[in-house]
C-alpha cells in the first residue's frame, strides 16, 4: 500500500494534497477508531517504503505531533503529522 502521490519533485520528495495525504493514512487505521496508534503509524511508514521504524522511532513521532497528550494522532493532528511528514519522511505536502 505505498504511497500514491501525483509525482516526485526535483528534490525526490513525494508530493501530495493534505486530503490525499489524510486518505492515504487511514487506510492504516486498523481497528477503524479514527485515531492512528503507534504500530499504525510504524506499518504505515514501513509500507510506503519509508525503511523498517520501531516501534521507538514511531512513538517519537507520536509524542512530537500529538498535541492532546493521548498517545494517538486524531483527525486534529493529522496536520502536525503532515508538517512532520514534510520535514522528515520525504514528502511534500501540497497546500492548495
Known sequence: ??????????????????????????????DKDGRISRDELANA??????GWF??????????SVDANGS???????IKNLAEFAEKHLNVRILHW
Do not use: Q
Open 1 to 30: 500500500m505505498a504511497i500514491k502521490t501525483r509525482a516526485y519533485t526535483v528534490d525526490g520528495k513525494r508530493e501530495m494534497t493534505i486530503d490525499e495525504f489524510k486518505r492515504w493514512l487511514k487506510k492504516f487505521d486498523d
Open 45 to 50: 511508514i514501513r509500507v510506503s517504503n519509508g
Open 54 to 63: 520501531t516501534r521507538r522511532k514511531s512513538k517519537r513521532i507520536i509524542r
Open 71 to 77: 498517545g494517538f494522532i486524531d483527525d486534529n493532528e
